[in-house]
């Protein structure tokens, strides 16, 4: 099966930078794209920037600047740079995955379990 593990959340100072990196292991044949999600307390879940297998990237509004996206497709690897943190980027990080297994001929979505950024003031 496919599990994605996630890892570099943490606690930080405002101003401060993180590294989040998310592994994709398992049965999988292919990625294509693949994300990062937040969720803050009382918040919906929100799109932070996605990447295409190819390299194309997209943001939101509110991290363009100082968020960067990239992946490693050799290491079935994503990551996300974050710089100039802010404490409203506090919330938990969400790892998501499109990809084909072995033996599949259609696409599935996964999700990794979370972790927490903590940006103080």
């Known amino acids: 099966q496919v599990q994605l593990v996630e890892s570099g959340g943490g606690l930080v100072q405002a101003g401060g930078s993180l590294r989040l990196s998310c592994a994709a292991s398992?049965?999988?044949?292919?990625?294509?794209?693949m994300g990062w999600y937040r969720q803050a307390p009382g918040n919906e879940r929100e799109l932070v920037a996605t990447?295409?297998?190819?390299?194309?990237?997209n943001y939101a509004d509110s991290v363009k600047g100082r968020f960067a996206i990239s992946r490693d497709n050799g290491k079935n690897t994503m990551y996300l740079q974050m710089n100039d943190l802010k404490p409203e980027d506090t919330a938990v990080y969400y790892c998501?995955?499109?990809?084909?297994?072995?033996?599949?001929?259609?696409?599935?979505?996964?999700w990794g379990r979370g972790t927490q950024v903590t940006v103080s003031s």
């Open positions: 990447i295409t297998r190819g390299g194309s990237t």
């Open positions: 998501n995955v499109d990809l084909l297994r072995f033996g599949s001929s259609t696409r599935s979505n996964y």
């Open positions: 398992g049965s999988i044949f292919s990625i294509n794209v």
